[in-house]
């Protein structure tokens, strides 16, 4: 009889060679183990720990950071249904129910004989065409009972998931718009060519004239990060493209990869010889799992091409690789330093800034982190020149935006506008007719009302990463706000005590409300904590977690004011509330089973 | 040459190149809140409590470095109001049952709270299931009362070189584990001696069979305001 070590070592120590046992590939050593063992099993963790001298305790906290790592038997079968608002406005609450049922089980749990597990997962940017699914991390869209049936049939048979049908895992570009950057007949190298003809120096200086900015929302100038790294002192110099496309509703970056992968790659091929890197990585979104085997395929067409690897285009001093680094389920890696921390194999928590990654990023080495966006569109500008690419858009936000529209509108898909472009244009192009409202760069950005339609997709009025959800008037702009809440508070890293008790207190404030306990004394509670998270948090996500409850209170006040059911205060606990576990346990929903007159049926 | 200072609430305080704003103000006798820095470590900068405005901006003052002309901001009530909410999560997101705790008078967050005029814990408490871990013969791991400062694990990472403690999960489900595959105190390399039974702020770490030795009211706090000692060293005292 093997010996349970010995069962693990065999599979890790393929692993460990392949990833040269190295600690900072932690995260990557784990998701293999894990896709080999279907979890992580705690004899693979002292086998880890002892292989790549680190203590279990950190290998145990990161693998419970991540949500797509298990430390637990898991489902042989794991499915994870999309839980943006724009799939429950599609209907997935009722699939996921239907689901369950089909397979008797309750989400959030792992069938008896181990079979399956359902439960929910954060946006998987698929929102053009959901409502969308993970099973065993790969992406399944355009959800209806019909293909839930099939989805269940093809498990209850134990069928692999690499011999499912092709169609289930058809994944649609949906562009619909393009400008300058999806519209360029682009030949692999053809950046490359230029930039050693133009020269490394002019090349930047390019970039300079465009006045590119970061696409990831927050607008800083790429020139200027590029030459602030280019100067900087350190043993090695890394380039980071950030494809940890989170934010709900946005799936951009998911197209650019799937068609536009090469300009990606030699946005940061350009990049490397500007600064002096001879390493990159590619930090892809976990739920982006199926895309890698292409994007692999890619990188090695390019090594042959010549346009990756040593002596690029016979350059003998242009040395220069990528690595693809896949992430595990975690919005907060989005932040560029908890990014880094992630690819070296740690809990991805967002670092003390400054020192900013610019001067002390991966491995504390000077490094760039960008944008997909930004990288296809300094490729295009080493081609064409800063003048070019600075013709577009408005003077402070040249080039062209791609806007990533999902929610109530005929022709959901990517759309690519000059920037400047107002909402009511892109409504109008979409085909969404008598839109309530409009939030713009996801969870954490701005929810635009009717009479702001005229406002531009720009810096200087609203700055997205590219998220552009619609709601039409039959929408209930509360549960809208209420399930982006939800969302901060399933995705905070729990660093700060701010962001970490803050949005969960938040998340009780608005459920509060929705199960009719509200009175003005909790709007005044969710104001003051709106207040204490913009001034406390550590980053990004506790200072916007607040965003979509105000925006929607001072916008779309009457969603509330039929919430507000009381003058004075109420607890949040509820007698009844309570007792439907007893009446679950005894399966009783009869009027004599309910407190104070309540209605069967309506306590969950 | 000029001595390098910044302004505090006012008041002028030295400091030198290289020295955060928290080091500073320490070294000049100033109080500002805090639970998750001690002097010895590598500051963490997660509780927040040390917030202060630096030119009208919030940073941590424990991870914020000083620098000459500063115009910093701290004892406001503005900002005071706002560490109060901050100790208000802390107690309602653990079990914090000071009357009944063996820690009561000696613990900071306590103290803290008893500063900052915390009358009560405002939120709704979550009420987390957190098991003890009473496997140790020497120790006892209370995880109630944990506030997830991390001072045990720099303590034992970078003082003891053990790696005894560590942080798992994510947002409202992060909690301390230790460095065993039973998961127990026992079974790690943990001792009496280690830096790290030494230095949790609360009542996690405690030592099995002294917790009255010192009856309540004679305990460090119950002496001294928290606000009122010059260093956390005098504090351990």
């Known amino acids: 009889m093997v010996a349970d070590t010995d069962k693990h070592a065999t599979y890790l120590d393929q692993i460990l060679e392949r990833r040269g046992s190295d600690a900072t590939q932690l995260l990557q050593i784990l998701r293999e183990a894990q896709e080999h063992y279907g979890y992580i099993h705690t004899d693979a963790i002292d086998y880890l720990s002892s292989r790549l001298a680190i203590p279990r305790v950190k290998i145990e906290g990161v693998a419970s950071f991540y949500s797509f790592l298990y430390l637990q038997p898991q489902g042989e079968y794991r499915v994870l249904f999309s839980d943006n608002i724009t799939d429950h406005m599609l209907g997935s609450a009722g699939l996921l129910k239907h689901m369950c049922e089909q397979l008797w089980l309750e989400p959030g749990k792992v069938s008896e004989d181990g079979l399956v597990s359902i439960d929910i997962t954060s946006c998987t940017g698929l929102c053009d065409q959901g409502p969308a699914m993970l099973v065993n991390n790969i992406a399944i869209n355009r959800l209806t009972p019909a293909r839930i049936d099939k989805i269940c049939e093809l498990i209850r048979k134990r069928v692999p998931i690499f011999s499912w049908p092709a169609e289930l895992f058809v994944i649609e570009d949906n562009i619909r718009r393009k400008d300058i950057l999806l519209d360029s007949d682009y030949l692999p190298g053809a950046s490359l060519s230029a930039l050693l003809a133009r020269g490394t120096v002019e090349t930047l200086g390019e970039i300079k004239k465009s006045k590119l900015r970061g696409r990831g929302g927050a607008g800083f100038s790429t020139s200027s990060k590029w030459e602030s790294c280019r100067a900087a002192h350190g043993q090695h110099h890394y380039v980071v493209c950030n494809a940890d496309e989170g934010e709900p509703g946005t799936f951009k970056d998911r197209v650019l990869l799937t068609s536009y992968a090469d300009q990606v790659f030699e946005g940061m091929t350009l990049c490397a010889r500007i600064i002096g890197a001879r390493r990159g990585f590619l930090y892809l979104r976990g739920e982006y799992r199926y895309l890698l085997d292409h994007l692999q395929i890619v990188l090695q067409r390019r090594r042959e091409q010549r346009l990756l690897g040593t002596s690029i285009l016979g350059c003998a001093d242009f040395d220069f690789d990528i690595d693809i680094h896949l992430g595990a389920g975690a919005y907060v890696c989005g932040e560029e330093s908890a990014l880094i921390e992630s690819l070296e194999g740690k809990r991805g928590t967002p670092r003390n800034r400054p020192p900013f990654p610019v001067t002390n990023g991966y491995l504390d080495q000077p490094t760039v982190v960008n944008n997909v966006e930004t990288f296809a569109a300094s490729s295009l500008i080493a081609l064409h020149g800063g003048d070019w690419f600075a013709a577009t858009g408005t003077p402070a936000s040249s080039g062209s935006k791609l806007l990533s529209v999902s929610g109530d509108c005929e022709r959901p898909g990517i759309y690519e506008y000059p920037y400047g472009v107002t909402v009511a244009q892109v409504l109008a192009d979409c085909g969404a007719h008598n839109a309530q409202a409009v939030q713009v760069s996801g969870a954490s950005g701005v929810c635009v009302a009717p009479n702001e339609y005229s406002r531009r997709i720009a810096f200087e009025d609203i700055p997205t990463a590219g998220a552009f959800m619609v709601f039409d008037q039959s929408r209930d702009m509360f549960e809208v706000a209420r399930n982006f809440v939800h969302f901060f508070a399933h995705e905070s890293c729990g660093f700060c005590t701010p962001c970490r008790v803050g949005t969960s207190l938040l998340k009780n404030m608005m459920d509060k409300l929705a199960h009719n306990h509200g009175s003005l004394y909790d709007f005044n509670e969710i104001e003051k904590l709106n207040q204490l998270l913009l001034s406390m948090s550590h980053c990004g996500l506790g200072h916007a977690a607040c965003n979509p409850v105000l925006d929607t209170i001072s916008k779309f006040r009457p969603a509330y004011d039929k919430r507000l059911t009381h003058q004075q205060f109420e607890p949040a606990f509820d007698l009844d509330r309570a007792l439907s576990q007893a009446r679950q346990m005894t399966g009783r929903d009869d009027p004599g089973s309910h407190l104070g007159g309540a209605h069967p049926g309506e306590t969950t | ?237």
Do not use: W
Not at chain 2, 50 to 71: I, L
Not at chain 2, 174 to 203: E, M, R, W
């Open chain 2, 1 to 237: 040459m000029s001595e390098m200072n910044f302004t505090l609430d006012g008041k002028a305080i030295p400091c030198a190149e290289g020295q955060t704003i928290m080091q500073a103000a320490l070294a000049a006798g100033v109080y500002i809140p805090r639970l998750c820095y001690h002097p010895e470590f590598k500051p963490h900068g997660s509780c927040k409590l040390c917030t202060v405005k630096v030119n009208g901006r919030q940073a941590a003052s424990c991870t914020q470095h000083a620098q000459h002309g500063m115009v910093v901001e701290s004892n406001t009530t503005e900002l005071n109001d706002e560490r109060r909410a901050l100790l208000q999560m802390l107690f309602v997101e653990g079990n914090h049952f000071c009357p009944s705790c063996e820690q009561s008078g000696n613990c900071q967050l306590q103290a803290t709270a008893y500063a900052l005029n915390m009358m009560s814990s405002h939120y709704d408490h979550f009420f987390p299931d957190r098991p003890l871990d009473a496997s140790h013969p020497e120790y006892l791991l209370d995880f109630n009362r944990c506030i997830l400062c991390s001072l045990c694990i720099r303590a034992s990472r970078d003082v003891d070189g053990k790696n005894v403690f560590g942080l798992a999960g994510r947002g409202i489900n992060t909690h301390l584990i230790v460095n065993a595959k039973s998961g127990q105190l026992a079974d790690t390399d943990f001792t009496a001696d280690d830096k790290a039974a030494h230095v949790c702020p609360v009542g996690v770490i405690l030592r099995k069979r002294t917790g009255f030795h010192v009856p309540i009211g004679q305990r460090t706090y119950d002496i001294q305001a928290i606000s009122a000692m010059n260093s956390t060293e005098e504090a351990e005292k």
